[in-house]
């Protein structure tokens, strides 16, 4: 296991001093890590005593004293009587975390994703720190999944945490596979949430996070399989369901959500569950008009334009893939009518 990308999942967003990250770490890895370290505001108020590593549970207490001339001295106190007293410069007691966006830059660079950023969110803002967003993953028809990196050695309460705050299914990013037991794994698979361990697509060189040859294609296929799955997922059509039995209103006031209904069921159809929301406005697509305007139209539209024609005619076949994918219905659904030189939706479609 290499001890840099478990010191991810040890350390989490705590912070150790320079000498405590060495001892953890080895000279060697702490140079390649140094880079993504940044020290915290606040000084260490703990020390581990001389025996701590020699299985005592003794700490020393930083005792802070200025004198008269301006001088400060920390002292370190054992907390249980047992070692004597130290005394530490400022710089000894000088705490190191991980630099979170320098670090979540460099791997999402190093996996050649987009890094993170705001313009497109994905998690609630108040994210835990044991849950980094690395990247966001925009298909070309606008459907999106959010990349992720849980660093805790308690990986459970991580994904309760996902689970709340996720809008879209994520591909799971962990440090090491060292907390991924079998009830880790079964849940992920339960959630139909793709994921991979780091410490196998990445390294740390003197030069910065480097890929292995296949990482970034590891996660285009998982990024595929994902977001081809999160739209089949939406509905529970009965197998067999025609287009002919589907009928589809949109409300004049919501241009954001249409009814289904499926054989005597109603469900609620957003843009995001066609996949057809832009995900850097996030706002619904041309596709999502396209649909709407078919709404108005009562499912018959017609074009004169021949230009015209040729842009609607690649929106269309995009919306057309989109309603199968989300449905599972293999037959075209908007079929083109020669005689009436319009497309004609299979299935049912108004507004009111
Ligand atoms: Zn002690």
Redesign the pocket.
């Known amino acids: 296991m290499s001890p840099i990308w478990r010191s991810l999942e040890i350390v989490g967003s705590g912070a150790l001093t320079l000498p405590h990250w060495q001892k953890g770490l080895g000279a060697d890895d702490l140079a390649l890590l140094r880079p993504f370290l940044s020290p915290r505001a606040e000084p260490a108020v703990t020390q581990p005593?001389?025996?701590t590593f020699s299985g005592?549970d003794?700490r020393y207490r930083i005792v802070t004293h200025t004198d008269a001339h301006g001088h400060t001295a920390h002292v370190g106190i054992?907390d249980?009587g047992?070692?004597e007293k130290r005394s530490f410069t400022t710089a000894d007691l000088v705490l190191y975390g991980f630099n979170d966006p320098k670090l979540t830059a460099a791997i999402a660079t190093a996996l050649e994703l987009q890094p993170f950023a705001a313009a497109c969110p994905t998690t609630a803002t108040a994210t835990p720190a044991r849950v980094l967003p690395i990247a966001t993953l925009c298909a070309d028809d606008g459907r999106t999944a959010p990349v992720v990196l849980i660093r805790t050695r308690a990986p459970e309460a991580a994904l309760d945490q996902l689970t709340l705050n996720l809008v879209a299914k994520p591909i799971i990013l962990f440090p090491t596979a060292a907390d991924l037991t079998p009830a880790v794994e079964a849940r992920l698979h339960r959630y139909g949430w793709p994921y991979r361990v780091l410490e196998n697509l990445l390294f740390f060189r003197p030069t910065g996070i480097m890929a292995t040859a296949d990482a970034a294609d590891a996660i285009t296929e998982m990024a595929e399989s994902l977001i081809g799955e999160v739209t089949k997922a939406v509905f529970a059509v009965p197998v067999g369901t025609r287009w002919g039995e589907i009928t589809l209103t949109f409300n004049a006031n919501d241009h954001q959500v249409a009814t289904v209904l499926v054989r005597g069921v109603r469900h609620r159809l957003t843009p995001h569950d066609l996949g057809l929301l832009d995900c850097r406005s996030q706002r619904p697509d041309r596709q999502w008009l396209f649909l709407e305007k078919l709404a108005e139209c009562g499912g018959h539209f017609g074009w004169i334009d021949a230009k015209k024609h040729a842009a609607a005619k690649k929106i269309k076949l995009r919306l057309s893939q989109a309603l199968r994918r989300a449905f599972g219905i293999k037959t075209e659904p908007i079929e083109w009518r020669r005689d009436d030189k319009a497309w004609v939706t299979e299935f049912s479609i108004s507004q009111k």
């Open positions: 005593c001389v025996n005592h003794c054992c249980e047992r070692c």
